[in-house]
């Protein structure tokens, strides 16, 4: 049976797990079976839209809360650094030097505009040297795409799904071994047996097979056993002990969890890159103040990003807005 616990303590977890606190349905439940905990009475009480449901955060907000001076925050060293390094462990990434690589931290920081933008200062390009995978995936779809896919970077944002699935932590140790050979094998009455095969038949059978997924269909008959060269990164906004143990184990791992003072830090420097610096400046100074006072709880980019939109409409009273973005 699932732990019990108050609508205050779940809301405070949530909003920090999360960092934010209007969160849909999906979210709310992966959230409680993550925790193992029941969602408790009254979590549906605050709808403001459809399939989106408020979490009071004022309390989170004023609990070792740190005010944000916006004209002493600057850029913090310690905070380019690591953004430094997680370029540079792409640039391995791209060399094929390492198999695997775990992006951690919180939500909004840019884990994500990172990562592909590496990846395109290197000369990749999206769709036929990375892919990006969003959505929930099931084993035989997490097996599928490691052949479709076998020769490229692979990065998996905020599947977190993938950890708390046997089968699809056990494709991924297969994919990430140290061996020079990543073997994947997956058996289906529906696949076509290639072990034993001749090198040449086998070949025929995994392009024949990869052409027809290209064309979009979607009764293709896979082989059983195939290797996999490529290269996968995880971003997620869950910490590393988080994952998988054996898959963390072949992976190089990299956190950027942030505190707040960071985090304001790190959006200041940002904004200022901006087409609209100037929208984006006053919303994030606008942000701060109702940051300080309590009235929101840790915002993050997207919050600033979606901010400045809405000041950007030119709509009355627009300060007012702030708080559903």
Not at 35 to 56: E, M
Not at 97 to 116: D, E, F, P, Q, Y
Not at 223 to 234: A, E, M, S, Y
Not at 238 to 267: E, G, H, P, W, Y
């Amino acid at each position: 049976m699932a732990k019990r616990i108050t609508l205050d303590t779940f809301s405070k977890g949530i909003v920090s797990h999360y960092g934010k606190d209007v969160l849909s349905r999906a979210e709310i439940k992966s959230y409680a079976s993550y925790k193992g905990v029941g969602v408790p009475g009254g979590w549906n009480d605050n709808v403001v839209g459809r399939n989106q449901y408020k979490f009071s955060a004022v309390d989170v907000a004023r609990t070792s809360r740190t005010k944000i001076d916006y004209t002493k925050i600057g850029n913090d060293t310690s905070t380019d650094e690591i953004f430094e390094d997680l370029e540079m462990l792409m640039d391995v990434v791209c060399k094929r030097k390492i198999n695997s690589l775990i992006v951690t931290g919180n939500a909004g920081i840019g884990k994500t505009h990172t990562v592909t933008n590496s990846l395109n200062k290197k000369g990749m390009v999206k769709d036929q040297d990375y892919i990006v995978l969003k959505s929930k995936i099931s084993p035989l779809g997490l097996y599928m795409t490691l052949f479709l896919h076998h020769d490229k970077v692979i990065v998996f944002d905020d599947l977190d799904d993938l950890f708390t699935n046997d089968d699809c932590a056990a494709i991924l140790k297969a994919a990430l071994d140290s061996y020079d050979v990543r073997e994947i094998s997956w058996s289906s009455k529906k696949m076509v047996n290639v072990v034993g095969m001749k090198a040449d038949s086998r070949r025929t059978v995994e392009s024949e097979a990869r052409a027809a997924l290209m064309n979009g269909e979607t009764d293709v008959a896979l082989p059983n056993r195939f290797t996999f060269k490529g290269q996968i990164v995880f971003i997620s906004n869950l910490s590393a002990d988080k994952f998988d143990k054996a898959v963390q184990s072949r992976s190089v791992c990299i956190d950027l969890t942030l505190n707040d003072t960071q985090v304001f830090s790190r959006m200041k420097s940002i904004v200022h890159k901006l087409t609209n610096a100037r929208i984006a400046e006053k919303a994030l100074t606008s942000i701060i103040e109702k940051y300080n006072e309590g009235s929101l709880a840790m915002p993050n980019m997207r919050t600033v990003l979606n901010y400045a939109n809405v000041m950007s409409a030119g709509v009355k009273n627009a300060d007012r807005l702030s708080k559903y973005c």
